[in-house]
């Protein structure tokens, strides 16, 4: 397994959407080694022939009929909003600079 | 005398009775919480008013004859990580500081209904990531035993409170061991029921395969009554099982094991485990067999995978599930001064809300979870979760419930693991093949270490929706050993307030 270079860590942090200082990610890139190297050991026993196990109940989809039900006001939805306007989210610009 | 140090279910006799108010209990716990808190730290936020206010209502429905449920009245304490209409809820986080829920978990809204007084909210890991709170960006509870130590975690805060008797029950999650590993820890009785049979609605999410929610409790009895008190299906949960809630309180109160096999499990015993740990758990067993149990010794040879399985899968799912903070609907946002984007924005606020143990486990789910890596890690992970099942369903073939301690060690200095993640992980290696295959286990403190005079845990696992059956090994051994010990376990801890 390579090793985790400060570079692979940035890339890890910018897909994650976590700034990071370089001394942060000299510093995750250290431990990310060490716990890859303990948890890898998964790989002995993980041979082709066992199927893999994502959820400890075999559920299908749950359904119900689909009838308007109390919720939550507008208002109370905006609660805890960082920022609003006119009754909505009020959010920084997402298109890009213009 | 009704006072804190009484059980909840003499709380709720006494209440009955009209010896005691909901609102005179509700103030002793007040007054406790207000004198050993501040040596304790384990809540984050105390409701006075409405704790008073629930047990004012409560006190009047019973005056007019109202039929209430068995636990109404009795006081309880909520770990952090339930939304709690209007009550903030941070989940030990700095991300969702301030943050106040606009509705109720499900959880929280049976306790209501019930007419359980929450006293307030309790300290935690950071979005229940750690197994001793100091990972809280609010700082770390400490353990009653002994104020230099860490009440275990994640859920350190809820054990801490009922262990100090500032709350006779409370309500915590179980990823990996957050309910199990605090009540060994802390001398009380903790149970992860069997996943999907309590609602997690309104629950902060960490790890959505793993994650469900418990209660804590001074007794087996409290504990089953506070079980059945929040279990159930709920279709605001996909993951709640619809079937009915297993008879934990009667099992609880049956004090029989006969014919029972008990399973131990070979690979979790012996020289990973402290001493006195060791010869707590032998004599419990000695105790169980004394009361017409037999038992068997069972192998689950994969499991020693689980552990290295488990801090893959938990933080891929993470590293998804806390994609949802983003500085966009609630909690924190940080930079937004107009002249960065969405996405600037949402990266400050995420590098200045999240403390250093949740940026790791993001950061590994991230990479385990990416083109490349995924077979190699997180598909793997799923395969020895396979395996983990079958351990599980092979040991339980031999037996009616499996044991082992909850811990290897007993509780541990603050600052001894802190600095060391993989070390801290070790702490969970007893409990993490439970949540693995979906099961049901209860943390029964057995006794204390002789090296150190700290509590020690035994865990009584059962299969799927067969929680009564350790509500059952668990009520039959905690009277076996309150008639060898003559007082309760929590007498021999340090009288916080007489300090």
């Known amino acids: 397994m390579a090793a985790i270079s400060r570079d692979d860590v940035a890339h890890l942090a910018k897909l994650a959407r976590i700034e990071m200082t370089p001394a942060e990610l000299d510093h995750m890139a250290t431990e990310l080694e060490q716990i890859l190297g303990a948890v890898k050991r998964v790989q002995e026993v993980a041979t082709s022939d066992i199927a893999p196990t994502s959820h400890p109940l075999s559920m299908s989809n749950v359904f119900r009929d689909d009838v308007v039900k109390p919720s939550l006001t507008n208002e109370e939805s905006l609660s805890g909003a960082p920022a609003k306007a006119e009754d909505r989210f009020k959010v920084p610009q997402i298109l890009g600079e213009e | ?499």
Request: charged fraction near 20%; charge should be negative; aromatic fraction near 6%.
């Open chain 2, 1 to 499: 005398m009704t006072n804190i140090h009484s059980t909840a279910s003499e709380m709720a006799s006494a209440l009955t009775t009209k010896e005691i108010s909901s609102v005179e209990l509700t103030k002793q716990h007040l007054d406790r919480i207000a004198s050993v808190d501040g040596k304790i730290h384990a809540f984050l936020h105390i409701d006075s008013d409405g704790a008073l206010a629930q047990a004012d209502a409560i006190d009047k429905k019973r005056a007019s004859g109202e039929k209430l449920s068995p636990l109404a009245g009795v006081p309880i304490a909520v770990k952090d990580i339930l939304a709690q209409k209007g009550i903030p809820t941070t989940a030990g986080s700095k991300i969702l500081e301030g943050w106040r829920p606009p509705y109720d978990s499900t959880v929280v809204a049976k306790l209501k209904a019930a007419g359980v007084i929450i006293l307030g909210k309790t300290n935690m890991d950071e979005f229940a990531m750690g197994s001793s709170t100091e990972n809280s960006a609010y700082g770390t509870t400490q353990n009653p035993w002994d104020l230099t130590r860490t009440p275990g975690g994640s859920s350190g805060g809820s054990a801490a409170a009922v262990a100090a008797f500032e709350a006779p029950l409370a309500i915590g999650t179980d990823t990996g061991g957050s309910i199990r590993q605090p009540a060994a820890l802390t001398g009380i009785v903790g149970v992860k029921p069997t996943y999907g049979g309590v609602s997690r609605y309104g629950v902060i999410a960490y790890s959505s395969s793993l994650d469900q929610v418990g209660p804590f409790a001074r007794t087996v009895l409290d504990t089953a009554l506070l079980h059945e008190a929040i279990a159930g299906h709920d279709e605001r949960d996909s993951t709640s099982i619809n079937a009915p809630v297993p008879q934990v309180v009667a099992a609880a109160k049956r004090l029989d094991v006969k014919g029972m096999k008990i399973g131990v499990i070979k690979e979790l015993s012996g020289s990973g485990f402290q001493a006195g740990v060791s010869a707590r758990i032998a004599e419990s067993l000695e105790l169980l067999v004394a009361a017409g149990a037999e038992i068997v010794e069972v192998s689950c040879p994969n499991f020693e995978y689980a552990l290295a399985a488990y801090y893959l899968i938990a933080p891929s799912e993470a590293s998804s599930n806390l994609a949802r903070f983003d500085s966009m609907r609630y909690g924190l946002r940080v930079g937004d001064d107009g002249s960065k984007g969405a996405e600037e924005v949402m990266s400050a606020t995420r590098e200045a809300g999240f403390g250093k143990e949740v940026k790791r486990r993001i950061i590994l789910g991230t990479y385990a979870l990416s083109s490349g890596y995924y077979d190699a890690y997180y598909g793997s992970a799923q395969k020895v979760r396979t395996l983990v099942k079958q351990d599980f369903d092979n040991a339980f073939a031999k037996a009616d419930v499996l044991v082992s301690p909850v811990t290897p060690t007993t509780a541990f200095k603050i600052g001894e693991k802190s600095n060391d993640p993989v070390a801290m992980y070790l702490s969970d290696i007893a409990t993490i093949p439970v949540n693995m295959a979906g099961i049901g286990g209860m943390s029964l403190p057995v006794g204390l270490a002789d090296e150190d005079g700290l509590p020690v845990g035994l865990q009584i696992m059962a299969p799927v929706m067969q929680d009564d059956r350790f509500y059952r090994v668990g009520g039959t051994l905690e009277a076996a050993l309150l008639s060898k010990w003559g007082k309760p376990i929590l007498s021999n801890a340090p009288d916080l307030a007489v300090k």
